[in-house]
Structures are given as C-alpha cells and as structure tokens.
C-alpha cells in the first residue's frame, strides 16, 4: 500500500506531499513558498510575516460563525540527520518513507513526523469542505528546531486566535500544558599544533550504533551520549603518549549524539599499554549500556600517522573540562512526577585545524535553574582555557491547570477513547512559552500522535496514532466555545 492511501487519507497525502520538499531548519524557503501556494490555491487569505511564519485564516463552516477564532500551530522545518552509510541530500531530495507494520518510517534519515503530521492535519482541515470547525488561523513556524525564530519573530497582534492548538507532542495519549525553556551554551578555544613525533602510530576510534534521539523527550531515558563516551576513551589514553589530530562527533543541538570519530597518534613504546586499557574501558562502556544501546559498536582501527596534532597542555585541558561538563538529566521536578526538570546535551563536539568546540543545549522548566546548569558549564570550560557563550535562550511554557479548551480536551478524549488522557508537561521545547509572551491571554493545549525516536534516522510514527489524533482533533475543533 502506498503512504497516501493509508487512511485518514487527507492528512497522509498533505504529509507525502510536504515531506516532498526540502525543509532543514534556517533553509525553509521552499517549503514557505509551498505552503503560501496551497493556501492561495484553495483561496484562503495567505500571507508571510516579514520573518517567514506562514499564515493562513478560514472562515467557519454554517451555523458556527459565533465559536472563536482557533489558531493551529505547528513548525515546517524538520530535523535533517542521516546514517553515516546512507547516501542522501537533504537539500534537493524528498525524503523517502516506507511501512513497516504498524508504523510509517523513512530509509536510513529522519522522518520529519515531528513536526509534520502537524502540518499535515492543519492542511487537511484547511483544504476539508465537510468537516465543522470555527473560525481557523494556521500558523506555520519556521525554524522551530534549531532557535525557534519563527516564534520569536512572529509580532503581537497578528494573530487573531483565542484559542492555540500546538500540534507538536509525540504521545498520543497525552495532553501537554508546558514545556521547558533552553539555552545553547558553546565553548571555544584555540590550540597550538605540534609536528607529530616520527615512528608514532596512527589510529582512528570510532563509536557508532547509538539510537540518538530528542534530546529533551529522550534525555530521561539514560541513551549513550557518543561525544562523552568518546572523552571516556580519551581520558583513559592520557598517561600513554596521546596525540589527538582531528575529532568530530554529534550535530545538532536537539540531537543526543549517536556518533563520534577520533585521529589520533600514539607513541610506538605505549602501544601495547594503550590498546590493552582501550579494549578493557570500552568492554565496560559496552556492558554498562547494555540494556539502552545494544548496537554501540566502539572500534581502533591503524590508520596513517597524522602529521600535526594537539599540544599536551590544551589536550589535557580540553579531556578534563568534558569530562566534568554534566551531561543528561540534572535534575527532577519536585511538582511533576516523572517530570525533568533540567538537563543537558552535549550535543557537538569539533577539534580541528587548531580550534576545538562544544555545542550544548541546556534546557529546564525553571528558568533560574536553566542558568545555574549553563554557568556551571560555563565554569568548568572557563577553567580550562575556553570561551563560553549563550546563545538561543527561550523560556518555558508555565502550566494552567484552569485552562476552558484543556477541560473542553479532557472531556472529549475521555468520551472518545473511554480513558481519561495524561495531563503533562515535557522536556521538549514547544513554541508555546515564546508565543505566550506576545500572546499572553491566548488559551494553549498541546498534543499530537504517537512519534518515536525523534531528530534520529529512526524516527517512526504510528499509522493508528494519527487516526487517533485526527479524529480527537476534529471533535474538539466541534467542542470550540
């Protein structure tokens, strides 16, 4: 069976037809210029806001022009991440999706689910001449996933909305209230390259095999992190004459790192000693994640000597500060069970041509505690030489439990699906708090279908999720006050 015949058939073939479309953050110029052309082909008042939001308004159907306005959001960049051995350009290919059982995923990339079938649903409503809604305003975000400047771009009094469905979570049976706010902390140094020392021997190690994931949905789940399980390997070659030539794990931000790759020299007297102590670290990494990442693969292969590499100074310097930069989750809520409350990813890590980087994203759902995790960052690198800076600071989304649209969602969901859904906040970073501060009296849920393994190549979405969604949201949209 082909995607688009897979039912409900209107939200399947708007998500084959947008994810047709290259759309990686901070390049949406393509998928902007295709979804102002839908909306003025079904002639709906279209326009773009002068930073690239996407919106588009629809009157209500006959007999309800009296319920308000209700904005539907949701984000048109995807995360774009790919297997090392799969060949694909994410800037001229649509991404190629298949099924599998139960769930839709894509061949060896990200699905771009997240936020897609958002996206989809919100066309499917918009192109519908049989469903009963209010009055509708889509809103299409850009660049939700790598600085949320859409959101914050977008300027009190555009919208007219007094109601905004977020359709960006990932659980099905969940209703999200808030979320946490994040901060990019980076840290940079330079470094002096040395001529390597003839008679060295090169190597390269590799750690691959990671699922990856969210970094703020994911983060609880205790996944392997590439980059520090990579340092862990370094440290432990400290004592035995260690040269580092070039590094380069993980990307994006939002992604927890699945990959990592080191050159580096050894001295031909420490050999023997070094790849003695390597395989016994990395056969405990192995058997510490066992249960999370059944598929790490941790590898020495000989490679050609590198002819320049790092000094001592700034080598040991750099191992020690990320070693001791805090990773995962930092703390829990003390009001939601089950809850983070703040953590970190450190998501990039490069070292070349004489300059080293760290990429992290900070989140929290306290904002005085996302600040306290960024400076104790800030001051481990700072200990060691680097320059550290903040960058991309959003806030958090605070819950209203008294919210009319949460209590009008509760209702129809229970009498749907006979269960009451979970109330929650998560860890991600929705563009609700950002819009909040232009918008602060406009009433805000959240909720989506079932989508794992998010920002990673096994990103998935479940074909019965989406029937869900779609049809719990068409009742609501019937609900509207």
Known sequence: MNIDQLEPKSVWRNFVNLNAVPRASKKEEQVIAFMIDFGKQLGLETFSDEIGNVIIRKPATLGVENRKMVTL???????HQKNTDTQFNFETQGIEMFIDQEW???KGTTLGADNGMGVAAIMALLESNTIEHPPLEALFTIDEETGMTGAFGLKGGVLKGEILLNLDTEEDDEIDIGCAGGIDVTATRNYNQKSSVHGDIGYQIS?????????????????????KIMNRLLYVGLPYNM?????????????IPRESTCILNIGKKSVGDFTAKFNEISKAIKNELLAQEPE?????AEVKPAKMVMGLGAQGKFIKALYGATNGVYAMSATIEGLVETSNNIAKVM???GEILVGCLTRSSVDSAKLDLANSLRSVFELAG???????????WNPNPNSCILA???????????????????HAGLECGILGQNYPEIDMISFGPTILGAHSPDERVHIGSVQKFWKFLQEILRRTP
Not at 207 to 227: E, P, R, T, Y
Not at 245 to 252: N, V
Not at 408 to 426: D, G, M, S, W
């Open 73 to 79: 959001q949701s984000h048109l960049d995807m995360v």
């Open 104 to 106: 839709v995923k894509a």
């Open 207 to 227: 750690v691959k095999g990671l699922k990856g994931g969210h970094s703020g949905m994911d983060i609880v789940k205790g996944l392997g992190n590439a980059n």
């Open 243 to 255: 040269r580092i030539a070039y590094l380069e794990g993980g990307s994006l931000r939002n992604a």
């Open 296 to 300: 790490l693969e941790i590898s020495l």
């Open 351 to 353: 070292v070349k041509d």
């Open 386 to 396: 680097f320059e550290v800076a903040y960058s991309g600071s959003y806030p958090g």
């Open 408 to 426: 009008i969602a509760k209702e129809t969901y229970t009498n749907l699906f006979q269960h009451e859904p979970r109330v929650v906040a998560c």
